[in-house]
């Protein structure tokens, strides 16, 4: 699978350094079961029906992006706490295969499933059973290896609640200055204003989408309004903007454009995990800003897919 990156890459007009990932990225966040039921439409009161049961599976944001760099041959740190129970026990059977050796572990409770009912129109309803994946505290945080070397990944969910500002803690003081990818999707607006702010760090990479970018930069074309919230906040964002393409935006030079493939379809950049996980795992080979988004669209778009853990 490198050699074929390698080759594909080199072809290109703008040629790239060779592919082999060297740099650790530590993953942090949860890991936890999943199910669908398909039903003709979603449920109402006293209406039974009968679903069909869809194959379980590990997901989570953190545990998808630390399959596929793994599959990229990308060294993980695992940052997923694994608890106690049945859950459990098939998320460390999931990351054994993967070979993320267990380093969080919660004795106390088990993780925590998620069941998302869908109906045939495409209506669908999604509950969330959370676990040992959403506690954190100092000493847990502690225990990781973190190096210079060390990128960090993180996307919203544990960054929200009572438990994650432990954890918004710890991230606004470490004591290196690594390249650091959030992606915080829907939680955005929950983090809040003053969370960015303490993130100010030139290696702080936010991956957002058109909304998001709205959300946080405010109104206005795209690009000028993550520009000049990048040079405000000496932060970077990653603007994932369909069919635009993605844009970085450092506030420190022009913004830069990294097209999609002509294959590529625009609804791969809301493929955010893939994207991350090709981020990072250029980032972590040592290419330039710019070469690891073009792998992250590429991987986006499912030039290298990889299947999901089956519980």
């Not at 592919?19 to 109402?44: D, K, W």
Request: net charge negative; glycine share 8%; proline share 6%.
């Amino acid at each position: 699978m490198l050699a074929d990156i390698e080759i594909s890459l080199r072809q290109r007009e703008n040629q790239m350094t060779e592919f082999n990932p060297l740099s650790p990225v530590l993953v942090l966040g949860g890991a936890m079961a999943e199910a669908e039921l398909r039903l003709p439409q979603l449920p109402r009161s006293a209406q039974p029906q009968a679903a069909t049961a869809q194959q379980q599976q590990v997901g989570g944001s953190a545990f998808r992006v630390a399959g596929l760099l793994r599959q990229l041959d990308v060294p993980v740190i695992n940052g997923m706490p694994v608890g106690n129970g049945p859950w459990a026990a098939a998320i460390a059977t999931a990351m054994n295969t993967l070979n993320l050796p267990v380093l969080l572990h919660h004795g106390q409770m088990d993780n925590g499933w998620r069941l998302t009912l869908t109906g045939e129109n495409g209506e669908h309803s999604v509950i969330t059973v959370a676990g040992c994946e959403t506690q954190w505290n100092k000493a847990q945080l502690a225990t990781l290896p973190l190096t210079p070397e060390t990128l960090l990944y993180l996307n919203g969910d544990p960054l929200t609640g009572e438990s994650g500002e432990v954890l918004r803690e710890w991230l606004t003081r470490l004591p290196y200055d690594q390249w650091r990818l959030l992606a915080p999707g829907p939680q955005l607006e929950q983090l809040g204003e003053d969370f960015f702010a303490m993130l100010s760090d030139s290696h702080t990479l936010l991956s957002l989408d058109r909304q998001e970018t709205a959300l946080l930069c405010g109104a206005g074309n795209a690009v000028e309004v993550a520009q000049r919230y990048a040079a405000a906040h000496n932060i970077s964002l990653i603007c994932r903007l369909a069919e635009e393409g993605v844009w970085i935006c450092s506030g420190k030079s022009a913004p830069q454009h990294c097209a999609l493939d002509a294959a590529s379809g625009a609804e791969a950049l809301d493929n955010v995990d893939a994207h991350c996980a090709g981020l990072l795992a250029g980032l972590s080979a040592g290419w330039t800003l710019p070469q690891a988004v073009e792998l992250a669209n590429r991987v986006a778009a499912g030039t290298l897919p990889y299947p999901p853990a089956v519980v």
